[in-house]
């Protein structure tokens, strides 16, 4: 039998890393958190209102959940470049339509394909990629991509709105695609040259691995389902309140400069979180990191909730939360690979995609509807507490079982 050819040459490890790292704050930033900035002049221009335009955020992470299972399966099996290298063409094509979009019907078709987009470049595929890569390091790139990418939104909403205000929402939506076409697609392209083949990829180090165990029976596992709800729940816990936090700590008596200044400070605070974990990466039990570190999520909505507008208690909430947040991607990131199957990590956290969308979406509108004149927030808080405990609680049984159970 003739050899195979040999693969394309790969980069190093660092350059890889860092390479995707910029890569998703890029895509975060001109697409995810570009949202907001958009919203408003594309009212304006299609006579829309804001719940017509709300929508078709919801629709862009639908169409990202509706994506994800089949996007983790390509990549399991060994097409991260292309799978990639193609998220950012339908990027630069979903702003390109944006652009040239002149109805209600033009801009839902234009998120819709931005949805798409997403579910193949934002931290589940790369999450993935990584851990493919690099069995025996994922953990730490993981870290570092979310280190970096964490400052999408510091980068990116003044740059979008600075376009938007320069050459308005067509021509910012033009040149954001012109970002993805002529930069991030070749180089996604260029970054995952020698990508390894699904049957190089023994990332279980066991003989279950090795013995070619169906994606089922993971799917099946109780670790997976465990696991899958907490990250679905704490998802949905941190996803319901940033929309509401403003609103929130005006209305608990707070000074108006806190009322911004807290939610602005929660995303520095995650970059610290991740930074703690990269720093410390060498000397912490994972075990212990992965079971303590999410914790932080529903001791800081403890402390917001019986400090509801006390400033003491309100920097006690923005430290344990923003910190606890940070860590939480690491922790989300990392665990299918860790306790469930290295080898099916895409398709394993891309069958959370589904649920995860509905969650961020279902998340903030339980927590509005919830609020009551009388009672503020209380009911949503107290909601969101019992959500993040739960979840904590599936993470610990989960990990228990896979740590129990021979790999």
């Not at 992470?61 to 998220?87: K, P």
């Not at 595929?125 to 953990?139: D, E, G, H, I």
């Not at 400052?151 to 740059?159: C, E, K, Q, R």
């Not at 075990?287 to 001791?299: E, S």
């Amino acid at each position: 039998m003739p050899p195979e050819p040999a693969a394309a040459p790969a980069l190093s490890p660092r350059s890889v890393v860092l390479g995707l790292s910029a890569l998703q704050l890029v895509s975060w930033g001109s697409v995810f958190y570009g949202f907001a900035l958009f919203m408003e002049p594309v009212e304006q221009s299609l006579a829309l209102s804001r719940a017509q335009s709300s929508l078709a955020f919801s629709l862009a992470l639908l169409a990202e959940g509706l994506a994800a299972f089949t996007i983790g399966r390509w990549i399991d099996r060994g097409h991260e470049r292309a799978v990639m290298t193609g998220g950012s063409l339908v990027l630069a094509t979903g702003l390109l339509a944006q652009g040239l979009a002149s109805s209600l019907a033009g801009f839902y078709a234009a998120w819709i394909t931005l949805g798409l987009g997403l579910a193949a470049t934002l931290y589940t595929p790369v999450f993935a990629v990584v851990t493919r890569r690099y069995p025996s390091n994922f953990r730490r790139a993981i870290i570092t991509i979310t280190f970096l990418g964490g400052l999408a939104s510091t980068v990116f909403i003044p740059l979008t709105d600075l376009l938007v205000r320069a050459i308005g929402w067509r021509g910012a939506s033009w040149s954001l695609a012109a970002l993805h076409l002529l930069l991030c697609a070749p180089l996604h392209a260029w970054l995952l040259r020698g990508a390894p083949s699904a049957r190089a990829c023994p990332h279980d180090g066991s003989a279950r691995a090795a013995g070619g165990e169906a994606l089922t029976a993971h799917l099946r596992s109780p670790p997976f389902w465990y696991l899958g709800v907490f990250i679905v729940l704490l998802l949905a816990a941190t996803a319901a309140l940033p929309p509401h936090l403003v609103s929130l700590l005006r209305e608990s008596g707070l000074p108006p400069a806190w009322a911004i200044a807290v939610p602005a400070s929660i995303g520095a605070l995650q970059v610290l979180g991740r930074l703690v974990l990269y720093v410390g990466e060498r000397q912490l039990d994972v075990h212990a990191t992965n079971r303590w570190a999410p914790l932080l999520v529903p001791l800081g909505l403890l402390t917001l909730l019986l400090g509801y507008g006390h400033p003491g208690g309100t920097l006690l909430f923005v430290t344990l939360f923003g910190i606890g947040n940070g860590m939480l991607t690491i922790v989300k990131g990392t665990v299918m690979a860790q306790y469930v199957s290295a080898a099916h990590v895409g398709a394993l956290n891309g069958a959370l995609g589904l649920p995860l969308a509905l969650a961020r979406a279902a998340a903030p509108l339980a927590v509005g509807l919830l609020w009551t004149p009388g009672h503020g927030y209380a009911l949503g808080l107290a909601l969101l507490l019992a959500l993040s405990v739960l979840g904590v609680a599936m993470l610990w049984r989960g990990q228990t079982l896979a740590l129990r159970t021979p790999r």
